[in-house]
């Protein structure tokens, strides 16, 4: 069985689209916080989104790494 090569050449389409994704999560969750009287659903919707904060800050840390691979063609 032959291994695929690395294809990097589409990652920061694919890392901006998980990224678009992840910030329309959070604005649904931010709504569902806003809509709900359950405390403790309020705070476990609001430590996710917490964690899709960070989980967007790394991405976009990421994205920048992958774009700068690209422009320098992956060397």
């Known amino acids: ?6 294809d990097r050449r589409d990652n920061v389409d ?4 998980n ?11 931010q709504e569902a916080i806003e809509k709900t009287d359950d ?4 705070k476990a919707l609001e430590e ?15 994205m920048r790494d992958e774009s700068i691979d690209k422009r320098n063609g992956y060397r």
């Open 19 to 29: 990224i678009s994704n992840t910030i329309e999560n959070f604005h649904l969750t």
């Open 14 to 17: 694919k890392i901006q689209h």
């Open 39 to 42: 405390g403790k659903m309020k």
């Open 48 to 62: 996710k989104n917490d964690r899709r904060e960070d989980a967007i800050n790394g991405m976009k840390s990421e």
């Open 1 to 6: 069985m032959k291994n695929k090569p690395d």
